[in-house]
């Protein structure tokens, strides 16, 4: 009978010597280094899995960027639309309060700052109907107009060049516009 060096006979276990028990201890040991070799390898990401990653997101960079960023004009021509249709219903808040449109001369100031020349408002809101008077994209102010040309008031912007006329991004927009 061998025993283990160096363990007291009490704890030491006999090994299996037999055929079946040398191969069987063999295949375990095979299998605990290939998973333990395989998880090794599987930890990170490799080299050529991280280039794949940053070709596709290059990819999908260069087709969405241009469509966003080409467009800040596009963007302006919004927000001017916005801001008249937001205007526009101030104006109307104000003529229920008040029974009628700030005149010409009151103009746009009458919405965030009670007016003092006449007519006087019956009813302005404490709290006004806009925060500020607004200024359009291109840091114009909006053209109003009371009684206006095409109703009881005109209200727009003269567009990106700032003048009256003009096509594309030049063209004027009013609150009517789509």
Known sequence: MAWSRGTPRSIAVKPDLSPLGVQARKFVMKTSFYLSVQRTRRAGLTLVEMIVVLAIIALVAVLIVPNVIGRPDEARVTVAKTDLKTIAAALRIYRLDNG??????????ALAERPTAPPEPRAWATDGYLPEVPTDPWNRPYVYRSPGQNGAFDLLSYGKDGEEGGEGLDADLSDRTR
């Open 100 to 109: 009628d449109y700030p005149t010409t001369a009151q103009g746009l100031e």
